[in-house]
């Protein structure tokens, strides 16, 4: 026995093909059984397939075939071969009505197009279309034979086995993990393969699956959008379950990876299978129930949705939202198995609806399925219809008896529901997409080209430029993916009163649109689960209010945190900050946290009580200074007032006046030209007082010293020299202050640092050396003048001055050695509260001390006014 091992027309169909391609997992086991070989004899080499070939479920001879694979059945029955014969066919069960609609969707297409006079005129399409039990093993199985066939071939030793394919390109399958098994298997041979609802994104790979395209948009794009509406509704908790298949994993992996970078945090994330156990069942639902998320996002396909529901149904869990993708959403059989209203208010991603003229009429003549296999004629027959043949083996006389000629006039069932027309119209897409590819490859006008010899390859390469219309008016072509425009529908399912669902359009996503205006809602009103009206709240925690910033718990997910309070002179004005934004330094923030509020301005003025206070000191003084000198001046000639040079008395009023009147240049708003004058005015008419005040002090002692005999002191200090004393003393004050001014003066400066919430308004000293020179040649001065005057103090007279000045100096210095701790401790306005304070004091000090006792005896003893009185020899006395 010779084999011999070629592929027809380019195909490799035994075991060379697998040094050439690289198999998937899940599909190398069936291949090993599923090799093409050719058994003969060396002088009759004819090649077959081994084992039993594959009949299609329905057939129709043309001048070209179409393949066509949909599962007729939605699963199996498992069997333990124990490889000890040959294995028996697999055996499907649970008859599936969307196959048929598929497969009539798929004849609709080519009968429209036979019957054409535009689209290949003269060309007859014909097809083979297998049934695929929803199964990886079946389907490639079936794939294998559409692209062989069962006849036998001669094998010519120049070209053993080889031979063109029998169809031009394959129609299907429905799910994604079929698919890829399928494109893996015929990838290598380029037969196109045109699939019209498997949507996952790994199809678009075209390293693997090159000859793969389809007619409905990838979950690159539905797991975007599926992320972006669960986004815009605010749902940041959600769980998620997924099919335990390629379709679902892929999907829910993309829509995980989108998930996290728009925020969105999976609680869980399960799967499920149609063939689970039923304790893993369990676990899901347990792991649902112990969820908070009310929120459910799903990539699942039907069978596993029942699955699912019908448990929840079971444990009477409801109020879960559910979101779901093009898999179930528009799905009518779905509703119909919710009998517990689950899935009420679902919402979820649907391909765009569409309607083609004459498909539905089509479809609900179910004569044209008379070609099906007996076998499965009759089954589809006796269900769809309710009725048995007599002949059926399962036939029972509670049933009444088919007869072949029943139409579907008054009949509802899961065959004639229309839901799914837009997965019908991909079919049809499908169909159209191979004939212009044909048309353009038979340079097709009246008539066709039949002598060109069609190949898969180039049939694909012309499918991928293909790019026409509808008679819909929809343009269909692929990217360079294989994949059409994504474009989704938003369904929301809506309970009727009479206990069933509408499906309601209620938005668009298109893809191809900027990113701001992919999701568009319409104005409709959404139901949500439970038959709310308000939009489901699943967040793990509430949100942070303006005001908080968001802290991740330890150990969870970022969508879980705590609400943490911002911190003075910080604020959020946003829901959810991540964090605080801190306040300008002019501003601060307001008891709620969210809004920077101007801080107020603090300084000491004239309309608030203490500054009015201390106006109306400054003015008294200088009142009571100016009542003092006119007092000095109407008794300018009487003794006390010429005793110690009535010159230096008036020049020492007026500077107690200047130095009162200084005092109101620290009140109001600090500006530039207050700053410089208040303390170069302070400072300058207080060394003018002091020197007035040392230049009596000496004249005291000069008048005593005077009186030995021989003394000629006067003539060194008389009222020349007292006078050019007090310039000298003042100017070098003015000289100190001009340095101050020209190297740094003081300016107005707003101090944010002393209280977080009031801004003082205060003068800067500029130079602070500036500052304490003047503050200390004003207490040189004092100090001098004070201990000239303790020494005088016992010196013989009736009115020593002395004495009185030693107790204004003592005041004097007490004063503003008390300053300097009162003002550096003092806060904001206080501070220059404290220094005016100090300026009053001091010069109330000065004129009480000094002045007072004079006017006294002025006003009030005349008769100790006298120049006797005023040399009268008495003991001093002491203190």
């Known amino acids: 026995m010779k084999v011999h091992v070629m592929p027809p027309s380019g195909l490799a169909l035994i075991h060379s093909m697998s040094s050439t391609q690289r198999w998937s997992e899940k599909a190398w086991a069936l291949l090993q059984l599923l090799l093409v070989a050719s058994f003969s004899q060396a002088e009759d080499p004819v090649c077959r397939r081994i084992g039993d070939p594959e009949i299609p479920q329905m057939s129709k001879d043309g001048d070209i075939i179409l393949g066509g694979i949909f599962s007729f059945h939605n699963t199996w029955k498992n069997r333990q071969d124990t490889y000890m014969h040959k294995p028996l066919p697999l055996q499907c069960t649970s008859l599936e009505f969307r196959g048929f609609q598929y497969a009539q969707a798929m004849l609709f297409a080519i009968e429209e197009i036979n019957n054409s006079t535009d689209l290949l005129p003269g060309i007859s399409l014909g097809y083979k279309i297998y049934d695929a039990c929803a199964s990886i093993a079946r389907g490639v199985r079936v794939a294998l034979a559409l692209a062989n066939g069962n006849e036998g071939v001669s094998a010519p030793s120049e070209a053993p086995c080889t031979r063109p394919a029998q169809v031009q390109a394959i129609m299907g399958e429905t799910f994604s993990s079929p698919c890829m098994a399928i494109a893996t298997v015929i990838g290598p041979f380029h037969i196109p393969m045109i699939s019209h609802y498997a949507t996952c994104a790994c199809l678009s790979d075209k390293t693997k699956y090159p000859s793969f395209l389809r007619t409905i948009p990838s979950d690159y794009y539905q797991s975007r959008a599926l992320a972006k509406l669960v986004k815009h509704f605010g749902w940041t908790w959600v769980g998620a379950i997924r099919t335990n298949d390629d379709y679902g994993n892929n999907g829910m992996a993309t829509f995980t990876e989108i998930a996290q970078q728009l925020g969105i945090c999976l609680e869980y994330s399960v799967s499920v299978f149609r063939t689970d156990p039923p304790d893993k069942i369990q676990k899901t639902i347990e792991i649902i129930k112990a969820s908070t998320s009310k929120v459910i996002v799903t990539f699942l396909s039907p069978s596993e949705l029942h699955l699912i529901i019908n448990e929840l149904a079971q444990h009477n869990l409801t109020g879960y939202q559910w979101v779901g993708t093009e898999g179930w959403i528009l799905d009518s059989e779905s509703a119909a198995v919710d009998r517990h209203h689950i899935l009420d208010g679902a919402i979820g991603l649907s391909i765009p609806a569409a309607l083609v003229s004459g498909m539905e009429e089509f479809m609900l003549n179910v004569k044209p399925l008379n070609s099906l296999s007996n076998e499965l004629f009759t089954e589809f027959w006796e269900r769809l219809f309710s009725c048995k043949f007599t002949q059926s083996k399962s036939s029972t006389g509670n049933q009444r008896e088919c007869t072949g000629d029943e139409d579907l006039f008054g009949v509802q069932n899961s065959y004639t529901d229309m839901s799914l027309m837009p997965a019908f119209y991909n079919v049809y897409k499908g169909v159209y997409a191979v004939a212009h590819a044909l048309h353009n490859i038979l340079s097709c006008n009246k ?153 107020e301005a603090e300084f000491l003025s004239y309309e608030e009580i203490m500054g009015a206070l201390l106006t109306a000191a400054s003015l008294f003084g200088t009142c009571m200074t100016a009542v003092v000198a006119l007092i000095f001046f109407r008794y300018r000639q009487t003794p006390i007032v010429r005793a110690n040079n009535s010159e230096l008395s008036f020049l020492l009023l007026f500077s107690l006046t200047l130095c009162f009147l200084c005092s109101l240049t620290f009140l109001g708003r600090p500006s530039e030209w207050s700053c410089m004058l208040r303390h170069t005015a302070f400072g300058i008419t207080f060394v003018l007082c002091i020197s007035c005040v040392l230049g009596k002090t000496i004249v005291v002692l000069m008048a005593f010293r005077a009186t030995l005999p021989g003394s000629n002191w006067m003539k060194w200090f008389g009222p020349v020299q007292q006078k050019l004393s007090v310039l000298g003393f003042t100017l070098i004050q003015v000289v100190i202050c001009i340095l101050w001014l020209s190297i740094s003066p003081p300016f107005p400066f707003k101090n944010f640092k002393k209280f977080n919430d009031k801004i003082i308004l205060e003068c800067a000293l500029g130079s602070a050396v500036g500052f304490w ?106 203190f």
Request: hydrophobic share 40%; charged share 20%.
């Open 447 to 599: 008539t066709c080209n039949t002598k060109v010899q069609l190949d898969p390859f180039t049939i694909l390469q012309h499918i991928r430029k293909i790019n026409f219309k509808t008679k819909e008016g929809d343009e269909v072509y692929f990217n360079e993916y294989g994949d059409p425009a994504a474009k989704y529908e938003i369904i929301n399912w809506q309970p009727t009163e009479n206990d069933t669902v509408d499906m309601v359009t209620v938005g668009l996503y298109e893809a191809s649109l900027p990113a701001g205006k992919q999701l568009t809602l319409q104005n409709k009103s959404l139901i949500w689960a439970q038959n709310s009206q308000q939009v489901p709240v699943a967040v793990c925690n509430e949100k942070c209010p303006p005001g908080t910033r968001k802290v991740l718990q330890k150990g969870k997910p970022v969508c879980c945190y705590d609400c943490l309070r911002c911190a003075e002179g910080e604020i959020s004005n946003i829901t959810d900050a991540i964090t605080c934004v801190r306040c300008h330094p002019e501003f601060w923030s307001n008891e709620r946290r969210d809004a920077c509020v101007k801080k």
């Open 773 to 878: 020179a003047v503050l200390g040649y004003i207490g040189l001065l004092a100090m001098l003048c004070f201990i000239l005057a303790f020494l005088a103090r016992k010196l013989p007279d009736n009115f020593n001055e002395a004495k009185f000045i030693t107790f204004s100096m003592l005041i004097f210095c007490a004063v503003w050695i008390t300053f300097i701790p009162a003002y550096v401790s003092s806060p904001g306005k206080f501070s220059v509260a404290v220094e005016i304070f100090a300026i009053l004091a001091s010069s109330f000090g000065l004129l009480i001390c000094i002045f007072i006792p004079k006017c006294y005896i002025i006003l009030l003893k005349p008769e100790k006014n006298t120049k006797k009185n005023m040399m009268g020899k008495e003991a001093p006395k002491a």
